[in-house]
């Protein structure tokens, strides 16, 4: 194998001042040699060109192809044994990445590792969730948004009890390493998502493929968040429930399961109907308070 063990795949798309944080904290989160690749989705501000170096390339995607395909580039024809897929307004502590990487080698089934997910004001964002079911998820929307510690939104969301290392159902796009030989056994992200559900969906097709998804919460990062989509929240608002109806039609496909499709479809064209008229619907259920990060050692599906 030539070339560096690690790839970090960021998936830019006019990041401002959010991609220079993002490469600075790198620097201190991994002493594994490595390698970024800038997918770059048409950005317009040049600060993915500044931040060309050594180390940095920028390839430009042609157009603003969606998260999933944009990664799925920026990995190609790496021969490494882990990639890491993340957004730019991401922010490593210090020795994250690494351990990350310890946690893969612990298990050696894992084909995707996630960490603690910070928000900005310290909150644990519940980065690790259960798949949707239909009694759940339908749970979780409706109740979500104004009452977040519902029995439905704490399951899917698993926000009782400590963080612990171990496996879970799927894991935050925003942030997660993957064993590159997992990654390309599913033929990486599925390009028919745009935006949103495109980890999920990954999360799901590996554990078919009988990998496991790993939860690290002793690796920590912090995610701004809503950079790039809150330039366009009304068309990322629309693509959101259309990617979870995509996924779930998926989960329930075949001529038995059309009335439930039907059901589906028509209750989550309401949801956005509302969320688009209610700010709090759309922006889904907050961590709640048993949610709380722990202190850092030494944080797109459905919200």
């Given at each position: 194998m030539s070339g560096p063990p690690l790839r970090?795949?960021?998936?830019?798309?006019?990041?401002?001042?959010?991609?220079?944080?993002?490469?600075?904290?790198?620097?201190?989160?991994?002493?594994?040699?490595h390698e970024v690749v800038l997918a770059d989705n048409g950005s317009d501000d040049g600060v993915p060109e500044a931040?060309?170096?050594?180390?940095?390339?920028?390839?430009?995607?042609?157009g603003n192809l969606g998260y999933g395909r944009a990664a799925n580039l920026g990995a190609s024809g790496f021969g490494g044994d882990w990639l890491v897929v993340a957004n730019p307004d991401v922010v490593w502590t210090p020795g994250a990445l690494d351990e990350l990487l310890a946690a893969g080698r612990r298990w050696p089934r894992a084909g995707c590792l996630g960490?603690?997910?910070?928000?900005?004001?310290g909150r644990l964002y519940p980065s690790a969730r259960a798949f949707p079911s239909l009694g759940r998820g339908t749970?979780?929307?409706?109740f979500g948004w104004w009452w977040p510690a519902n029995p439905w939104t704490r399951s899917y969301r698993a926000e009782t009890g400590s963080p612990v290392e171990g496996t879970t159902g799927w894991l935050s796009g925003a942030c997660m390493l993957l064993r590159r030989e997992a990654f390309e056994s599913v033929a990486g992200f599925d390009p028919a998502y745009f935006m949103y559900c495109e980890d999920m969906?990954?999360?799901?097709?590996?554990?078919?493929?009988g990998w496991l998804?790993?939860?690290?919460?002793?690796?920590?990062?912090?995610?701004l968040g809503g950079h790039a989509t809150s330039r366009a929240a009304g068309p990322m608002l629309?693509?959101?429930?259309?990617?979870?109806?995509?996924y779930l039609s998926r989960q329930y496909s075949g001529p038995a399961w059309a009335p439930v499709r039907a059901v589906l479809g028509v209750g989550l064209l309401l949801r956005y109907l509302l969320a688009a008229r209610v700010r709090a619907v759309g922006e889904g259920?907050?961590?709640?308070?048993?949610?709380?990060?722990?202190?850092?050692p030494g944080e797109g599906g459905p919200p």
């Open positions: 970090v795949v960021v998936v830019t798309f006019s990041p401002g001042p959010a991609l220079p944080e993002f490469l600075r904290s790198l620097r201190t989160a991994t002493t594994t040699p931040a060309v170096g050594p180390d940095t390339r920028l390839l430009r995607t042609g960490p603690a997910i910070r928000t900005p004001d749970g979780h929307a409706l969906d990954l999360c799901a097709r590996l554990a078919q493929a998804n790993v939860y690290v919460p002793s690796a920590v990062v912090t995610h629309r693509e959101h429930h259309r990617a979870l109806y995509r259920a907050a961590p709640t308070r048993s949610a709380e990060v722990l202190d850092a």
